[in-house]
């Protein structure tokens, strides 16, 4: 029992797909790869070399200056939220990143989220779907016990849009109970205040353990301008909220510096007094080791038609560490793959969806297709979702799901019963969850695995993600199902009239299959992060890592106690 069993799988890239194979494969990933690049430059670059001047002129970094300065050398940044607002026009000018970038970053050894207004947007200005993207990773923060960092350069709401981001539920004032949770669940919040900091912005530090603030920053209800029309007074912003009256008179703050780089690295120095990560300690001795099969190999044999099926194990053979893997409850519901591996050393919990054909199990001379849900595959991952929650392990969803088995039989096996025994358990699990969106994740299947309204810790699309109801031809077709005979094929016979039914249907099938672009998701916050493909195992790596960092705040079972065992036990016999 003390032993996690875990077997070797996946094979070599050449006994899977062939060298013509994997040329058509990678051929068809290419432009979406590229497009994803130029994208993520295009947002990064914020408003243009213009506005980095003008930073530069002030003699201050640029928010992203700013983060590579803060992170520790030679670590990663891993933003979310990169395509939020992507492609939106407000009245002539964009938001790139809804002029804010939220990262997980390295800081002394420890995860942190860091929130940064991009002061080459705006001055840094909230822009619609700015509070919602603030308020997301304050929850990512929250879920897993990392401490939030402020980089404030604010100049409050973009007034011009200010209805669609000042009074809603998830409006600009929740960022400040996001605050007030996150202090009142012991999160550490570290707030540098680098320039601006108006309204809104003024509250966002407040609330933080340490507020420090450069000779340059000011903190304001209403700045110099506004106090000038209603009162008549003459006064900057620095007279009414800098640094002297918020660290020397109201103790707003804690700490006035000279300039970016002396706060970047008091706040270095903050993080540094903070509980080290306890990721070590969970590893046991053990070390990160890479797969036995590269990950670059992912984008050749994860098909870019999502019609075409491909062997789901080959795909966790590039994510575990030296490609092993513990199934749990092989036997039953095939089309799911439910284990335990180890991702950077610390272990894990997978679901995925198998595809192709698989064998049915209601009548052994038959075979239904996979990458749908059915009753044995559904109760098999209610149970090791329990099981992870039980055991404390991390659970990572992988998704490429047509949704659930439908029609007569489905209902009768009472699937809405199964289903909703999945939701309810997912719905209330406290170990932290993470989703991928590999391919397809259509309909019901995607709230069941673990999609974003079931509150995973993040989500994250590949660039041949398709999330929808239902594919687009579909939808056409029960759109005007009264117009189609029982082979979907329109049955007036007047011309004209068919040539308006087959324009409209192309019209909608076109609609639906534009807003599955994972770049629609990603824009309205649907989606945290598209990654490309051969990054699944660091973004995996980073995700678990951060899930252990923090210690005492929930349970973590040692694997000779896991109730994965018992499931083992019970269903196989065990093992030897």
Not at 93 to 107: M, Y
Not at 472 to 477: M, P, Y
Not at 485 to 492: P, Y
Request: charged residues 25%.
């Amino acid at each position: 029992m003390a032993q996690v069993p875990v077997v070797p799988i996946g094979n070599a890239r050449e006994s899977v797909v062939d060298q013509a194979e994997l040329d058509r494969e990678l051929h068809g990933h290419e432009p979406l790869a590229t497009r994803l690049e130029e994208r993520r430059a295009e947002v990064q670059a914020g408003w243009g070399d213009k506005y980095v001047e003008r930073v530069h002129e002030k003699d201050k970094l640029t928010t992203r200056e700013r983060l590579e300065r803060l992170k520790d050398e030679g670590s990663e940044i891993f933003e979310v939220g990169t395509f939020v607002n992507y492609g939106v026009d407000f009245n002539g000018l964009r938001s790139p990143a809804a002029g804010v970038v939220t990262a997980f970053v390295q800081i002394e050894g420890r995860w942190c989220v860091v929130i940064a207004n991009d002061n080459t947007v705006a001055s840094g200005a909230w822009w619609p779907k700015t509070p919602e993207k603030i308020e997301r990773a304050q929850e990512m923060a929250r879920r897993l016990r990392l401490p939030a960092l402020y980089l404030v350069d604010c100049s409050g709401l973009y007034l011009p849009e200010q209805s669609k981001s000042f009074a809603g539920a998830k409006g600009a004032g929740h960022i400040f109970k996001m605050n007030s949770l996150l202090s009142a669940e012991g999160v550490p919040q570290i707030a540098g205040v680098f320039g601006d900091c108006i309204a809104g912005g003024g509250y966002m530090p407040i609330i933080s353990d340490r507020v420090y603030m450069t000779e340059q920053a000011y903190m304001v209800i209403a700045g110099a301008a506004l106090i000038k029309g209603a009162k008549s007074q003459h006064i900057t912003s620095l007279d009414i909220g800098g640094p002297e009256v918020h660290v020397h008179q109201s103790g707003c703050a804690d700490e006035r510096v000279p300039d970016d780089v002396t706060l970047i690295d008091c706040l270095r120095r903050e993080v540094s007094r903070l509980p080290s990560s306890g990721a070590d300690f969970y590893r046991g001795g053990v070390a990160s080791m890479e797969p036995v099969y590269s990950p670059a190999e992912l984008p050749g044999l994860l098909p870019v038609d999502h019609r075409q099926a491909y062997d789901a194990t080959e795909i966790l053979a590039r994510l575990c560490d030296q490609s092993l893997f513990w199934e749990v409850l092989p036997s039953v519901g095939c089309e799911m793959i439910c284990g335990v591996a180890r991702v950077g050393g610390l272990y894990a919990g997978f679901v995925l969806n198998r595809q192709g054909l698989i064998d049915d199990p209601e009548a052994s001379d038959q075979q239904r297709p996979a990458g749908i849900l059915y009753r044995q595959g559904i109760a098999k991952i209610s149970a090791f979702s329990r099981a992870c929650n039980s055991d404390g392990i991390p659970l990572i969803w992988l998704q490429d799901i047509s949704g659930f088995d439908i029609g007569a039989e489905a209902e009768r096996h009472g699937l809405l019963a199964y289903g909703s025994n999945l939701i309810y358990t997912n719905s209330t699990n406290e170990t932290p969850m993470f989703t991928v969106l590999l391919r397809k994740a259509s309909g019901a299947g995607y709230y069941a695995m673990a999609g974003l309204p079931y509150d995973p810790v993040v989500q994250l699309s590949t660039p041949i993600s398709r999330l929808s109801v239902m594919e687009g031809r579909t939808l056409a077709i029960a759109s005007y199902n009264s117009k189609l005979d029982d082979n979907f094929e329109i049955v007036t016979t007047d011309p004209e009239e068919r040539a308006r039914i087959e324009k409209r249907m192309a019209e909608v099938e076109a609609r639906i299959e534009a807003d599955m672009d994972p770049y629609v998701a990603a824009r309205q916050l649907d989606t945290d992060e598209i990654v490309q493909i051969d990054e699944l195992r660091d973004w995996l790596k980073v995700l678990v890592e951060m899930s252990y960092q923090g210690t005492g705040y929930r349970r973590v079972k040692n694997p000779r106690i896991w109730s994965m065992h018992d499931l083992d036990v019970l269903v196989n016999g065990g093992r030897a």
